[in-house]
């Protein structure tokens, strides 16, 4: 609760005060601490936020990459970790960056989608002009089962000038109700990825609705 | 559906501030300043503050100032940015402002921007985007917003920006509702919400509504009653809450009330606390439930309040 919160974030950053004394040679044994905290709550938000402040400010990059795969492996739904890789990826010196990382990073987030397509971070940690991710997309909806965020990635793909093949068009065809009204009628495919949508996600009707009023206009070149 | 019981609240949050001597009320405080802007704001909201004695509450809350300007979670206790915000909404809710020395507690607040723009929270020096938007906040109620550099605060918070639209507490930190209110906040008061892509975070906040209708921060979290507030306050300054399901939120929020008792959880269940009991009035106020009054997103203080800050006396 709050007030736990507010003690653990003083105590955290009199370790910091202490460890920039230290140097350098602190950075395992606070790494270690969060670590610690991690084993207890692998989310814990001011934990994340003392270790980014640590591998900046005292080293320690080289197990990170290795650390979020083996939190990953125990709870792929761990967004912090997710986000963590990120972290690694552009910040680490050695690991040459987003554009040196990047075609592993798709494999390594398309296995996580494979796994759990329901899984909302790796969705979010793709980078969308590749096609793997056509690929992967065509997979969880030839599944029926979860396939909220591969048509919302269809639809960014789309909107980004994307064709789909005939085998991703049918298979969007086939999510598709004949009780909705879409089946006939409707020939665009964005806009029936867009009917499916707020029929499996009712919640967010609204913001699917207007996603279709967003849609180029068929007539557009 | 339930309804709101809020007599209950107002009498839940009465007991705790009369409960000053019991265990749990001396863990928490350190942080008495907080509770009684979540409190008394909770209190005004459900239009019952005049059931408190204003002028004990404003001198206790003088006795809390440091000779830095600022003031501190108790009597005695160091000054922090955060308790500085409060100590001021609570004044201000009892339109009490000017009792404060503006230029000290003003003085106090601007020292704590550094170079790059972002603020610490005290002298200890941790930085984080809340305390971005609680110096940006302090300083607009104050009118002082011209002490502090509002271009590299701004830059600062842009900085904090995620790939998937939302904020986090320092460059690179996960994005996470309660950061992304405050740089949200923060961007609104001082007219910079041109930085942001509304549609690429409202539809991450909107993807906070989990199936029980509740808002969670993160992804894969579960619902708290904090985040009817977090999340979608930031959705109504971006002009995007209707992206949500409103419906099912105000049910989430009253399943979350201790009808017999008074006061809110942070999910059905789950014990009361005056925190959730704020944001869950708040919440409501945000979605318009009636017998709440309105609230101001950005200051999070009723919006008669806020009238009375920026344009003076009026007969509301």
């Known amino acids: 609760m709050d007030g736990r919160r507010i003690v653990k974030v003083r105590r955290l950053h009199h370790r910091r005060w202490v460890a920039e004394k230290l140097g350098p040679d602190a950075a395992s044994r606070e790494l270690e601490f969060t670590r610690k905290i991690f084993f207890l709550d692998a989310k814990n938000y001011h934990a994340w936020s003392h270790r980014q402040w640590v591998l900046q400010a005292l080293g320690g990059w080289e197990d990170e990459l290795d650390y979020c795969a083996q939190l990953l492996e125990e709870d792929v739904f761990n967004n912090s970790a997710w986000n963590q890789r990120y972290f690694v990826?552009?910040?680490?010196?050695?690991?040459?960056?987003?554009?040196?990382?990047?075609?592993?990073?798709?494999?390594?987030?398309?296995?996580?989608?494979?796994?759990?397509?329901?899984?909302?971070?790796?969705?979010?940690?793709?980078?969308?002009?590749?096609?793997?991710?056509?690929?992967?997309?065509?997979?969880?909806?030839?599944?029926?089962?979860?396939?909220?965020?591969?048509?919302?990635?269809?639809?960014?793909?789309?909107?980004?000038?994307?064709?789909?093949?005939?085998?991703?068009?049918?298979?969007i065809t086939s999510l598709r109700t004949s009780d909705s009204g879409e089946a006939g009628s409707d020939s665009d495919l964005a806009n029936s990825i867009c009917s499916i949508l707020a029929r499996e996600d009712p919640m967010r009707a609204n913001y699917w609705t207007w996603r279709s009023s967003k849609l180029p206009q068929a007539a557009e070149v | 559906m339930g309804e709101l019981v809020g007599n209950k609240h107002v009498e839940y949050i009465l007991s705790v501030e009369r409960r000053k001597d019991d265990f749990l009320s001396v863990l928490?405080?350190?942080?008495?300043?907080?509770?009684?802007?979540?409190?008394?704001?909770?209190?005004?909201?459900?239009?019952?503050?005049?059931?408190?004695?204003?002028?004990?509450?404003?001198?206790?809350?003088?006795?809390?100032?440091?000779?830095s300007g600022g003031f501190g979670g108790n009597i005695g206790h160091d000054p922090h940015v955060h308790y500085t915000l409060s100590a001021v909404q609570v004044l201000a809710l009892f339109d009490k402002l000017d009792v404060l020395d503006i230029d000290k507690v003003t003085g106090y607040v601007a020292s704590l921007q550094k170079e790059d723009g972002s603020f610490s929270g005290d002298t200890w020096g941790e930085v984080d985007t809340r305390f971005s938007y609680i110096a940006i906040c302090c300083l607009s109620i104050l009118k002082r917003l011209d002490s502090m550099d509002v271009e590299k605060a701004v830059k600062y918070i842009v900085s904090c920006k995620n790939m998937d639209g939302g904020f986090g507490c320092t460059p690179g930190g996960e994005s996470h509702a309660g950061q992304i209110f405050c740089c949200v906040g923060a961007l609104a008061i001082t007219g910079s919400l041109h930085h942001i892509d509304k549609d690429l975070l409202g539809w991450w906040l909107c993807e906070r509504q989990v199936k029980?209708?509740?808002?969670?921060?993160?992804?894969?979290?579960?619902?708290?009653?904090?985040?009817?507030?977090?999340?979608?306050?930031?959705?109504?300054?971006?002009?995007?809450?209707?992206?949500?399901?409103?419906?099912?939120?105000?049910?989430?929020?009253?399943?979350?009330?201790?009808?017999e008792n008074g006061g809110i959880s942070d999910r059905p269940d789950d014990a009361a606390d005056v925190y959730h009991t704020f944001f869950g009035v708040a919440g409501l106020s945000l979605l318009e439930y009636p017998g709440v009054k309105a609230i101001d997103p950005a200051y999070a203080l009723p919006v008669n309040v806020v009238n009375r800050i920026f344009f003076g006396r009026c007969s509301t």
């Open chain 1, 89 to 171: 990826i552009t910040k680490s010196p050695f690991l040459g960056g987003l554009k040196a990382m990047r075609d592993s990073e798709v494999d390594y987030a398309i296995e996580a989608i494979d796994a759990n397509p329901e899984n909302e971070s790796p969705w979010r940690y793709l980078w969308l002009n590749d096609s793997r991710v056509h690929s992967a997309c065509l997979r969880v909806l030839k599944a029926k089962r979860n396939f909220k965020f591969a048509l919302s990635t269809l639809l960014d793909l789309l909107g980004l000038g994307f064709k789909p093949n005939q085998e991703i068009k049918d298979a």
């Open chain 2, 28 to 67: 928490m405080d350190h942080l008495r300043m907080n509770g009684a802007y979540w409190g008394l704001s909770a209190l005004d909201l459900l239009g019952k503050l005049d059931t408190v004695d204003s002028e004990d509450i404003v001198s206790w809350i003088m006795k809390c100032q440091h000779e």
């Open chain 2, 212 to 259: 029980s209708g509740g808002l969670n921060g993160r992804p894969e979290k579960l619902p708290d009653v904090c985040y009817s507030w977090w999340v979608l306050c930031s959705l109504i300054m971006i002009d995007r809450a209707h992206w949500i399901d409103k419906e099912k939120l105000i049910k989430f929020i009253l399943n979350c009330q201790d009808t």
